[in-house]
């Protein structure tokens, strides 16, 4: 069982910049860590991900360049620097964690991840 516990959402403005953070109860089982987020009335879209192990990352198209995934495996946490925010990037973010045994080093798909944080918020506006 792994508990994943998100911080960091908030209110902004464009162009500002906010980190979100995703403590973990262990690493100890984890093979890589996501952040998905869901704009108001549309899917859960993949935003990035990163390998517990190589550090390896992948990222939406739409966030490349803008947004960096990082892990502290010492802290058991990930997390996602957001900059140049934009109004379409409200949403509810949500960190996720895959501990099933995998030969890959991440995965775009929410089906691929067991473990899901609660979610917190960010809202820019223009």
């Known amino acids: 069982q792994v508990q994943l516990v998100e911080s960091g959402g908030g209110s902004v403005q464009a162009g500002d910049s906010l980190r979100l953070s995703c403590a973990a109860s262990t690493f100890f089982s984890v093979y890589y860590m996501g952040w998905f987020r869901q704009p108001p009335g549309k899917e859960r879209e993949f935003v990035a991900a990163?390998?517990?192990?190589?550090?390896?990352?992948s990222y939406a198209d739409s966030v490349k360049g803008r947004f960096t995934i990082s892990r502290d495996n010492a802290r058991n946490t990930v997390y996602l620097q957001m900059n140049s925010l934009r109004p379409e990037d409200t949403a509810v973010y949500y960190c996720?964690?895959?501990?099933?045994?995998?030969?890959?080093?991440?995965?775009?798909?929410?089906?691929?991840?067991?473990?899901w944080g609660q979610g917190t918020q960010v809202t820019v506006s223009s």
């Open positions: 996720a964690t895959r501990t099933v045994y995998t030969d890959r080093s991440y995965s775009p798909r929410s089906s691929d991840y067991n473990y």
């Open positions: 990163i390998s517990r192990r190589s550090g390896d990352t």
